[in-house]
Nanobody, 125 residues
Framework: EVQIVESGGGLVQAGGSLTLSCTTS????????LGWFRQAPGKDREGVSC????????DYADSVKGRFTITSDKAKNTVYLRMNNLKPEDTAVYYC??????????????????WGQGTQVTVSS
């Protein structure tokens, strides 16, 4: 059974940091890339970052480049999203998702077949 569980969300002041974790089971990170997506109230879901543990390929949205870092730990079947210098506009529910590929993209969210339940990130000004 495939499971994706996000954790690490919370309330933080602008300029602060959070690290989100995406723990998976039921598939291998050698075959599946993981991506982080977010959705704020009244807005469309947008891709934030993604990584293939097999190829090392990563991708970031322009809005988070230089502030967010995605890493993977295959031994723990977990992907992390380190978020620094958070801004109020980063407030959203953050979802982790898995795509069967070694060449991921944050723009092909429709190809991600497994999704977690999401974790709330709230950044206060």
């Amino acid at each position: 059974e495939v499971q994706i569980v996000e954790s690490g969300g919370g309330l933080v002041q602008a300029g602060g940091s959070l690290t989100l974790s995406c723990t998976t089971s039921g598939f291998s990170l050698d075959d599946y890339a993981l991506g982080w997506f977010r959705q704020a109230p009244g807005k469309d879901r947008e891709g934030v970052s993604c990584i293939s543990a097999a190829t090392g390929i990563t991708d970031y949205a322009d809005s988070v480049k230089g502030r967010f870092t995605i890493t993977s730990d295959k031994a723990k079947n977990t992907v992390y999203l380190r978020m620094n210098n958070l801004k109020p506009e980063d407030t959203a529910v953050y979802y982790c998702a898995a795509e069967y590929t070694r060449f991921p993209s944050i723009y092909r969210f429709y190809e991600y077949e497994y999704w977690g339940q999401g974790t709330q990130v709230t950044v206060s000004s």
